[in-house]
C-alpha cells in the first residue's frame, strides 16, 4: 500500500500537480467510455468555467494514477486530489458503501437522487466516508443496467443453478442464494470465457456501454431488469483537506456542477440506449425480460441477502432505514400519480 | 400595455435597477408557496454566489412589478430583466409554449427534463420565445400535480357532463370534449366558489400547495392522477440583449444553477405530499385515482385536442413530434427495465 501510494503520489507531482489550483481528478472508468468518459470532461471544464480558473481538475483515465479500487485511499492520502468513481468498490472497507452505488430492487434514477439529496442520504455517505478523510457526494447517475448477457435460455430460478456468472457486490450475494457461482473476472476477459464456457453469463453495464465489449457475439441472451442496479450513482470524492481549504464559493461551484452532471448523465443516456438494442436485435440478439418467477426469486434472495447485512453492520441498517422511510412517502406518491 | 411596461420600468428603476450587475426577477407566483418561493430565492442566491456578486437577481414575488400573464412581455421590452413563471402562461401568444408548461398524458419530470435539455426541446422552446426578445430555460420541475378537487363523486365518464372545472389551458380543452364547463377563475376565489355551488371542481397544484387554500373544508373528493399535468417545468426567461451581454462564465453559472434547481425542486417535492395528503384524509377527505374509465375517456379526448392543435398550428405538431420521437425511445428502455 504505501509503495502505491508514493508512486502516485510521485505521478501526481510530475503529472497534474504542477499548478497551484491544478487537482488531479483520477477516474475509475475509462476515457473512452460513453457517457462515463465525456460526463468526467464536462465535469471538470464547468467548474473551471465557474471558479474562474482557480479550481481546475485535470481528469486521469483509469489507472493512471491509481488502480480503481486504490483510489479512495490515494485521495484520502491526499496522493491525489480527487476519485472519480463507483461507491460499491469501496464496499470491501465499509458494506453500507455498497448502497450508494446501487440499492438492488430499489429506486430508479430519480428517486435516488432525491432521497440521497433530500432525504438524509448524502450526510450517511458522508459519515461511511469521513474515516478515509474524503467528502464525497453523487456527481453523475447511471440509469438501469441490463440484467446481463446469458448463453442460455433462462426460464425458471432453477436455471440459474450451478451458473458461473461474473457479478459482484450485493447483486452476487444474491446470485449465490439462487445457487449460482457469482465470479470476478476483468472486463477484459468477459468475452473470450463466454466463449470457451468458463462463464455462463455476465453483468457488465448498460446496452450503450456493453456494446463496446461485443458481448453480442458471444452471447445470445440479453436479459432485463438491472434488478441488481436499477439506477446508479458516480461519485465524486475530494481529499478533505482539500475541500476544507476551498471558499464557499469554490465548493458552491463543485456542488451545482454535480447537480448539472446528475442531470445530463441521465438525459444523455436515457434514450440513447435504443440504438444499441437495436444493433444487438439486428445480431440475433433476444433481448427480453427475465420471466417473472425469476424476478421474484431474486427480489426474494435480495430480502435475504439485505436481512443479513442489516443484522451484521449497524451502518447498512441505519441507511437502509433511511431509504425505505423515503421511499415509502415516495412510492404512494407515485402510485397515485401512475397513468 | 404601453401604461403597464412604463409602469413596470419606473417600479423595476426605484426597486431594483440601481447598481449595475442588479437585475430584476419577476415571479408569477407567490414568494410564500411552499418550493415555488423557495426555488427562486435558491436560484438567485447560487447565482450571486457563482458569479461573485456580478449577476444579483432580485426576486419580486406575484404582482410586484408586472401581473403574471405581462411578464413575458415586460421582460421583452426590457422593464424587468428576467421572468420566472410557467410557460402555459403564454399559450394565448403562442399556442406551442403550452407544451412546455406540461404535456398532458404526457412525460413524468425525468423524461421531460431529459427531452428539453438532450432531445431537442429546448432548441424550440427558444425558437418560439424568440419573438419575444427573451431567452427561455427550465429552471425548476413541478412534479405531477393532483387531478382536482371535486365536489360530488365521479364514477364515470359521464359524471364530468355539466360540471363547473376550473382548469384552463388544454387540460380545460380537454374537459370540454367530455361535456364539462371549464372556467377561469382567480385562486383566492376557488374555496368560495366551490362552497357555494358557483364550481363543482377545481385544479389547482400538488398537495403541499393546494393545502394553503383549505380546499379540503369545501370538496371531499380529491382525485388523481394528475393527467393534464403529469410534471411542469418552471421557466427563467431573461431579457435577450441582457443575456447576449453577460460573459461565458455568466451565461454558464445561470444555467448550472438552473439544472441544481431542476434537482432540488424535484427532490423537494416528492416527499413532501405525504403529509399533505395524510392532513386531507384526516379531515375526512377521500384522496383516490379517477375510475379507469374516466382516465381513458380523458386520454382520447386528449387526443383529439392534440390532433386539433396539430392541424391548427405547425409549430405545436413540430414540438409534439420531438416529444414523441424521444418518448418511444425512453418507454422502451423504460418496459424493460420495470421492475
Redesign the interface.
Known sequence: MRKLLLAAALLSLTAGGASAGTYSLQSAFGKNLPILGPAADRFAA?VD??T?GKIAFKHYGAGELSPPFEILDNVGAGAIDAGWSYAGYAAGKAPAAALFGSIP?GPD???Y??WV???GGLQLWREIYAPFNVVPMPCGVI??EAGGWYTKEIKSPEDLKGLKIRIGGLGGKVLSKLGANPMSLPAGEISTSLETGRLDATELSFPMIDRLLGLDKVAKHYY????HQ?SGFIELYVNKDKWNGWS??ER??V???C??I???T???A??G??EA?DAFRADGVT???FPDSV?EALRKATAEVYAENEAADPMFRKVLESYRA?SK??D??QA????
Open positions: 464547468e468555467t465557474l474562474g430492487f434514477a430519480i428517486k437522487v432525491s439529496l433530500h432525504g440509469i438501469s432485463f431488469p438491472g434488478w436499477p464557499d464559493a458552491t461551484a456542488e451545482t456542477v447537480s448539472d446528475d442531470l445530463w441521465i438525459g444523455t436515457v434514450a440506449q435504443q438494442l433481448v427480453e425480460r424476478i423515503f412517502a415516495y404512494q406518491y397515485l400519480n401512475r397513468l
